[in-house]
């Protein structure tokens, strides 16, 4: 059974900071990989999507990896703002069409 | 954001009551999802479907059934509701497959069965 975990659960960083989340999953074969942002009480918006022959994608500050040799995948944030703080999902994806997400890691950045 | 709107957005039930959650789109999207969130278990996917009258189970279905009579339009169904399907309820659409496509969340529908 595919599971996907992320570390850590809860992150607080001050302003400015550069930060890294982790995302690590069981199963190889996946199609794709994805990182979403959550705001409380919010449905989820994508940030980015990587196909699985790729090894990154980058939007703005955030820059997302995938190594999916050993399962893992991180997503790099530059220059943290206030405006940043949410809850970071990543999800993998497979040809069936199903996606599997992680528990998330709730974000704080203090001014 | 993508044009998708939940109805209703909160709503508290009694167990054994049936409940139907609306999900419709403006974008025209062929894929549509029902997931639920809840602290621990993160995002399941219940049922989805893949154009007018085609679904399938997701992870989590039983106790759930789907209709979709309309491409903008996916109704969840809690046939006879529980305790444990009160959680927060998450429509989602995709131009594809899920696995290859990005999807688009809904706000979400806040589910509390007494």
């Known amino acids: 059974k595919q599971e996907v975990t992320q570390i850590p659960a809860a992150l607080s960083v001050p302003e400015g900071e550069n930060l890294v989340l982790n995302c690590s999953f069981t199963d190889s074969a996946i199609y794709n990989l994805q990182w979403f942002r959550q705001d409380p009480g919010k449905g989820l918006t994508s940030l980015l999507l990587i196909q699985s022959s790729q090894r990154e994608q980058t939007s703005g500050r955030l820059n997302a990896s995938l190594d999916k040799s050993s399962g893992r995948s991180t997503l790099y944030i530059a220059a943290s703002q206030p405006g940043d703080s949410a809850t970071y999902l990543c999800a993998v994806g497979f040809n069936t069409g199903k996606l599997i997400f992680g528990q998330g890691t709730t974000l704080q950045v203090k001014p | 954001d993508a044009g998708i709107t939940q109805s209703p957005r909160h709503k508290v039930t009694e167990t054994g009551t049936p409940v139907t959650l609306r999900c419709h789109q403006t974008?025209?999207?062929?894929?549509m999802y029902w997931y639920r969130q809840d602290p621990g278990h993160g995002l399941r996917l219940i049922h989805y479907?893949?154009?007018?009258?085609?679904?399938d189970k997701g992870e989590v279905s039983d106790g759930y059934s789907v209709s979709r009579s309309k491409t903008e339009d996916f109704l969840l169904t809690l046939e006879s509701a529980t305790s444990s399907q009160t959680s927060v309820y998450f429509c989602?659409?995709?131009?594809?497959?899920?696995?290859?496509?990005?999807?688009?969340f809904g706000p979400g529908t806040r589910l509390t069965v007494l």
């Open positions: 479907s893949y154009g007018v009258k085609d679904t």
């Open positions: 989602a659409i995709s131009e594809g497959l899920a696995g290859a496509y990005t999807q688009y």
């Open positions: 974008e025209n999207h062929r894929y």
